[in-house]
């Protein structure tokens, strides 16, 4: 719908569709600009007072009107306001969703277009590292909530004149912000125009979880994919690094992370801490994340297969310091223990960060102490199921680690209730999750193990030194599936 040249019909438009009386941060005001009626419409809080008060000041300046009336939109906004971005704009539309977004609306009588001021200022946090990806060395800066700061961050550090921020509204209600950031010659043409079109075919009330309602939009999945298809990241070294290498990045206004596209299952074995050190350390330490991911999700389901149905070669192994000890109880134990760890690792991500050490350490060693003396819990099983969570919390990626435990929860119920068969059973059934879990584009999750590339696969399983670990030429991930 289109604007009106009568200021009052349009005055009577906005307090029609807007609460303007009722919601006390929606601000009105009615201007003179010489002779020429004016009406300005902005929200409480997204502007700068002191620009507004100083472009105001000066529109309503006798000596600033050479002529007592405003013939020319376009010249006066072009010749009369020097301080902030401004456009016209004929459509209410357009307006709403501008000025509930931040830029403030100055409506003349006489015209059908408005000015779009563009003097917004976010309430916003100071950009900090983010708790989950820190590293000992490096960058301490991290993503925000406000989407303008997350695209400085990342403008100052590609600065490119081929890097492309581009515009995208989703929500019916909320109409939040969503920036699609690539490098124009570098990313995946094909995979950029899907993305466009499932952001501009999203029917939707609101993305009330920021980025992640956005992920499952753009990939949804099933209950039997617990495994992440969407890489994430709330560093701005590691989302620029993704980005010179080929990568489509998605900000979501109102969230800190900012989704990676397209997804593979070795991105999430990946840390920035392996290149802040030498080359040697940091592919040390990635290949033990590497190895912790079997440990993590075989350990506890194996220990239990070997001592329930093959206890002579348990103790021929010295798996348990002592006897007595049946399949079913053996069972029950290892359950309980891993529902202790999970509550303790929960409670401790809850709760104060004063507190949350000594609660997870002095927690566990009392009551780990009280269900071994009560008979409740062994001692064997308290140290393995420790030796798995140590290697749970060394994934980079802690949905990833959410994902291996619930296959290590299966595997467990498995081998418990049917010993041998069910934990091939459902080892299998891990793996065939593993091998379905779908991404953006429907390229392959195991590139490039899956199609094989040598060369690929070797960069991600060692970290090489500078000059060789970006490629000259960017990665042929295959084909998009649509």
């Known amino acids: 719908m289109a604007l009106s040249v009568?200021?009052?019909?349009?005055?009577?438009?906005?307090?029609?569709n807007l609460p303007v009386k009722e919601s006390f941060d929606l601000m009105t005001r009615h201007l003179y600009l010489g002779e020429t009626r004016a009406f300005f419409l902005g929200v409480n809080g997204f502007c700068r007072t002191e620009l507004l008060q100083q472009i105001f000041s000066d529109l309503q300046d006798a000596s600033y009107m050479k002529d007592e009336r405003v013939e020319d939109i376009l010249r006066y906004m072009d010749g009369k306001m020097g301080y902030a971005q401004t456009s016209?704009?004929?459509?209410?539309?357009?307006?709403?969703?501008?000025?509930?977004?931040?830029p403030a609306a100055l409506f003349i009588d006489g015209f059908s277009q408005a000015i779009l001021i563009d003097a917004r200022s976010y309430p916003a946090r100071g950009i900090a590292e983010p708790d989950l990806e820190r590293v000992t060395k490096g960058s301490r800066d991290g993503f925000v909530e406000t989407l303008l700061f997350n695209a400085n961050l990342i403008r100052r550090r590609v600065r490119s004149t081929e890097l492309v921020f581009s515009m995208h509204c989703v929500g019916e209600e909320s109409r939040t912000d969503v920036a699609i950031a690539y490098i124009r010659g570098s990313v995946n043409e094909g995979l950029l125009e899907m993305l466009r079109e499932r952001i501009g075919a999203l029917q939707v009330t609101s993305l009330t979880m920021g980025a992640k309602s956005l992920e499952e939009l753009l990939v949804p999945r099933r209950w039997w994919n617990p495994l992440p298809s969407v890489r994430m990241t709330e560093r701005p070294?590691?989302?620029?690094?993704?980005?010179?290498?080929?990568h489509i990045l998605v900000l979501v206004d109102n969230s800190p992370q900012v989704l990676v596209l397209p997804c593979t299952v070795f991105q999430f074995t990946q840390s920035p801490e392996d290149y802040y050190k030498s080359p040697a350390v940091g592919t040390y330490f990635r290949l033990v994340r590497f190895l912790c991911i079997p440990v993590s999700l075989l350990l506890l389901p194996v220990f239990l297969l070997v001592t329930g149905c093959f206890p002579d070669t348990a103790r021929a192994w010295g798996l348990l310091s002592g006897g007595g000890l049946t399949r079913e109880r053996m069972f029950f134990y290892i359950l309980a223990v891993e529902f202790l760890l999970d509550l303790f690792k929960y409670s401790s991500s809850l709760s104060s960060g004063k507190f949350s050490g000594s609660l997870s350490i002095v927690g566990g060693l009392i009551i780990g102490d009280v269900a071994v003396s009560l008979n409740w819990a062994s001692a064997d099983v308290l140290f393995y199921a420790a030796a798995t969570l140590l290697a749970s919390?060394?994934?980079?990626?802690?949905?990833?680690?959410?994902?291996?435990r619930l296959y290590r929860i299966l595997l467990l119920l498995g081998t418990g209730f049917l010993g041998l068969g069910g934990f091939l059973a459902c080892l299998g059934l891990t793996l065939l999750s593993a091998a379905t879990t779908p991404t953006f584009g429907g390229m392959s999750y195991f590139w490039p193990l899956f199609p094989f590339n040598k060369k690929a696969l070797g960069r991600l399983l060692f970290r090489s030194p500078t000059p060789r670990a970006q490629p000259s030429t960017?990665?042929?991930?295959?084909?998009?599936h649509r």
């Open 88 to 102: 016209l704009c004929g459509s209410w539309e357009d307006i709403f969703r501008n000025v509930l977004s931040g």
């Open 237 to 246: 070294d590691v989302a620029c690094s993704y980005l010179t290498e080929g």
């Open 6 to 16: 009568d200021l009052d019909e349009n005055i009577r438009h906005i307090e029609y």
């Open 393 to 404: 919390l060394s994934m980079a990626d802690t949905e990833f680690a959410d994902a291996v």
């Open 474 to 480: 960017i990665w042929n991930r295959g084909k998009v």
